[in-house]
């Protein structure tokens, strides 16, 4: 029995679904006493690729629910006028089945949708780190000469990220989503592979979003989780939102063409687009993505913060017979 129960376990992550929970952990380290702390919690939320519900959410100070307004990211927000104590510590569970995204093999699992002008207005603007136009303007029009078909259009720019691109977190200035340094290191992270794709895309009036959230290791059953994980989608008339994941086709070659119109199970999102004002708003600028803590002490970022994040398969219920 126990042995039918370990190879079960170990065959539900390659399946269409996995199920798990995921721990958001973290701790504001050494707080100056009597200053107004906010505490903004990116939030993670159910939608047609994950199934999500809240164990428990617990901290040192009462965290409510609010939403930002431009892409709905849920968020808890916690707040105090006057700190008294120098550690503030939060801790989210949920319990999630994600869903396999498959938009473009012979049994596609995608969700068509007619894509609102207001949303195709902001799919398609630039970010503050994502020009669309000069150079990878410039690039897109080269990489998709002869193209005419959006589909063909993301595909070639898909592969010149792909082939152009190395997975490379030495030195700095990656891991920022620039596209202007991706152009010119020709290096990155997830959120550098992805924001180049996403500007090219957008210049040639496909519209791309930017996704974020926490990867979860293929070969493990329960694991900390030491940062985050991004992707994007792009969007064609009739088919609706293609899923691509550039830095995991490069990490792993033999599933290039599988990453261009797929996800797999191996993550959970936190939340969707770049330059966010949250809610409440916060008196810094924009955040150029969300998915760790943010924190202000009198109406400044405090960075102060430790993470700590895991997760671990459920085990699927074996009737005992």
Same mark, same amino acid.
């Given at each position: 029995m126990l042995l039918s129960l370990i190879a079960l376990t170990l065959s539900a992550r390659a399946q269409e679904s996995c199920h798990?929970?995921?721990h958001y952990d973290f701790t504001v380290k050494n707080l100056p006493a009597g200053k107004k702390t906010r505490i903004w919690i990116p939030a993670a939320q159910s939608d047609a690729y994950q199934d999500v519900k809240i164990v428990s959410a617990k901290g040192d100070l009462p965290v409510k629910k609010t939403r930002e307004p431009r892409f709905g990211d849920e968020i808890y927000f916690a707040e105090t006028g006057s700190a008294t104590q120098p550690e503030l510590h939060f801790d989210v569970e949920y319990d999630v089945v994600r869903h396999e995204r498959t938009a473009l093999n012979p049994a596609p699992h995608l969700v068509v !949708?007619?894509?609102?002008?207001?949303?195709?207005?902001?799919?398609?603007?630039?970010?503050?780190?994502?020009?669309?136009?000069?150079?990878?303007?410039?690039?897109?029009?080269?990489? !998709?000469?002869?193209?005419?078909q959006p589909l063909d259009k993301a595909r070639a720019i898909y592969d010149y990220v792909f082939t152009t691109m190395k997975?490379?977190?030495?030195?700095?200035?990656?891991?920022?989503?620039?596209?202007?340094?991706?152009?010119?290191?020709?290096?990155?992270?997830?959120?550098?592979?992805?924001?180049?794709?996403?500007?090219?895309? #957008?210049?040639?009036?496909?519209?791309?979003?930017?996704?974020?959230?926490?990867?979860?290791p293929p070969d493990k059953h329960s694991a900390e989780i030491a940062g985050y994980h991004c992707?994007?989608?792009?969007?064609?008339?009739?088919?609706?939102?293609?899923?691509?994941?550039?830095?995991?086709?490069?990490?792993?070659?033999?599933?290039?063409?599988?990453?261009?119109?797929?996800?797999?199970?191996? #993550?959970?999102?936190?939340?969707?687009? #770049?330059d966010l004002r949250l809610s409440p708003p916060q008196d810094g600028k924009a955040l150029n993505y969300?998915?760790?803590?943010?924190?202000?002490?009198?109406?400044q970022e405090y960075s102060n913060v430790s993470l700590a994040f895991s997760f671990a398969d459920v085990a699927p219920t074996v009737a005992i017979k």
């Open positions: 798990f929970t995921f !949708t007619a894509l609102a002008i207001k949303e195709r207005q902001e799919d398609l603007q630039p970010d503050a780190l994502v020009p669309v136009t000069g150079l990878p303007a410039d690039l897109a029009v080269k990489v !998709t000469e002869g193209k005419t997975y490379d977190k030495t030195g700095t200035g990656w891991g920022h989503g620039d596209v202007l340094y991706a152009c010119d290191a020709k290096k990155g992270n997830c959120t550098d592979f992805h924001s180049l794709f996403i500007a090219m895309a #957008r210049s040639q009036g496909i519209p791309a979003r930017f996704e974020i959230g926490f990867p979860l992707w994007s989608d792009f969007y064609i008339d009739g088919k609706g939102w293609i899923p691509v994941d550039i830095s995991e086709a490069w990490k792993h070659p033999e599933k290039r063409d599988y990453f261009f119109g797929s996800h797999d199970v191996n #993550r959970v999102q936190f939340s969707m687009g #770049r969300f998915v760790y803590p943010y924190v202000e002490v009198d109406g």
